[in-house]
């Protein structure tokens, strides 16, 4: 079935430093959705990506959706420690008559005050 | 209520024991889904509802496995014979569409945590 697969699987950054991870697909994907997870917690809705090269932002966080429609990148400027947490992304599986949400594995993001 | 409700947050069960999660939607959510969390890993597609219909259910990983969700509202994930591998945290999601060619975004509860020793 439909893979995203997620880079890296972990990262420990210095608060104020950058962060991206990487998510791709061997397939053509109708969409791209990206969520949070923390600690503890359960996965929260980020964004949806649709259109082929759309760039949104909030706030410090840039998501891309690349133009072939294969990958997809979150990015985060200057990370808090607010920002720890899991990242997954997650790829729609069209079927008949609904679709279903498929996850990456995601990457946990640790940051040091 | 306010969000997607599951109930009990913590389970621990003998292996061999049956089990019941419960899971409260968002009202008039139309789509559910459910999903099962290991350790370390993303979440794993295990079966969807559309209203009380069950459209999907090739994400069950066995016939212990069995999912319900008879009036188009509340739903019960039920493991019988429970095994060790089964441990793992199981997250009900809703959505207020059907989800046609682009999904709407999954509200997520806050899961069951089932421990099987």
């Known amino acids: 079935g439909q893979q995203v697969m997620q880079i890296p699987q972990y990262q420990h950054v210095q608060e104020g430093e950058d962060f991206t991870t990487y998510c791709n697909s061997s397939?053509?994907?109708?969409?791209i959705q990206w969520y949070k997870q923390r600690p503890g917690g359960h996965p929260v809705f980020l964004i949806q990506?649709?259109?082929?090269?759309e760039v949104k932002k909030q706030k410090r966080l840039t998501f891309q959706f690349g133009e072939a429609k294969k990958n997809s990148s979150l990015h985060i400027t200057a990370t808090q420690t607010t920002d720890v947490g899991t990242y997954f992304c997650?790829?729609?599986?069209?079927?008949?008559?609904?679709?279903?949400?498929?996850f990456g594995k995601g990457t946990m993001l640790l940051v040091s005050p | 209520g306010a969000g997607v409700s599951q109930s009990p947050r913590y389970k621990v069960a003998k292996r061999g024991q049956d089990v019941a999660l419960r899971c409260d939607p968002i009202s008039g959510h139309v789509s559910l889904f459910w999903y099962q969390q290991a350790l370390g890993q993303g979440p794993e597609f295990l079966t969807y509802?559309?209203?009380?219909?069950?459209?999907?259910k090739s994400g069950l990983p066995s016939d212990r496995f069995f999912a319900e969700r008879p009036e188009g509202s509340v739903s019960t994930l039920k493991i019988q014979r429970t095994q060790q591998e089964d441990s793992a945290v199981y997250l009900c999601a809703s959505s207020p569409t059907r989800g046609g060619s682009t999904n709407e975004k999954l509200f997520f509860g806050s899961g069951t945590q089932l421990s099987v020793l």
């Open positions: 990506l649709v259109k082929s090269g």
């Open positions: 997650a790829a729609t599986r069209l079927n008949s008559g609904y679709s279903t949400l498929t």
């Open positions: 509802f559309q209203n009380e219909a069950q459209l999907d």
């Open positions: 397939t053509t994907l109708s969409n």
